[in-house]
Nanobody
Framework: HLVESGGGLVQAGGSLRLSCVAS????????WGWFRQAPGKEREFVAA????????YAADSVKGRFTISRDTAEQRMSLQLNRLTPEDAGVYYC????????????????????WGQGTRVTVSS
C-alpha cells in the first residue's frame, strides 16, 4: 500500500526529494517514517512524523540536512534530502504504523506495520 519514488543518482552535496504515497484505504493515522539500508548494513532509522500533529523526529546523522513532511489529504509523506554525502546512500524505505508511538519508540522498525518496496539513493563522491 506504500509506494516510494524520487530516488536516483546525485553528486555529493546535492539534493533529492523522496515521496511515499499510500494507495487505497487510509493506512495509518499514527506515525510514518523513513528508514534506509546500505549494502551490508542493518536498516536504520532516518526520520518519522506523527501523522495527526506533524511532529517530527530525525536521526542525529540527518538533522539539519533532511526534512520530513506530510500531506494528509493525499496520504503522502516526503523526505527532502540536502547536502547529501556518500554515507547517505542506500535503499530508502517508507513505513507506516498502526499503533501510537512517541519519542524513541518511533525510531525502531518494529513500530511500523506497512512498508514500501524502497527507492535507491546513490551519492557519488
Amino acid at each position: 500500500h506504500l509506494v516510494e519514488s524520487g530516488g536516483g543518482l546525485v553528486q555529493a552535496g546535492g539534493s533529492l526529494r523522496l515521496s511515499c504515497v499510500a494507495s487505497g484505504r487510509t493506512v495509518s493515522n499514527y506515525a510514518w517514517g523513513w528508514f534506509r539500508q546500505a549494502p551490508g548494513k542493518e536498516r536504520e532509522f532516518v526520520a518519522a512524523i506523527r501523522w495527526s500533529t506533524g511532529f517530527t523526529y530525525a536521526a542525529d546523522s540527518v538533522k539539519g540536512r533532511f526534512t520530513i513532511s506530510r500531506d494528509t489529504a493525499e496520504q503522502r509523506m516526503s523526505l527532502q534530502l540536502n547536502r547529501l554525502t556518500p554515507e547517505d546512500a542506500g535503499v530508502y524505505y517508507c513505513a507506516a504504523g498502526r499503533h501510537y508511538c512517541s519519542g524513541y519508540g518511533c525510531y525502531g522498525p518494529e513500530s511500523y506495520d506497512y512498508w514500501g518496496q524502497g527507492t535507491r539513493v546513490t551519492v557519488s563522491s
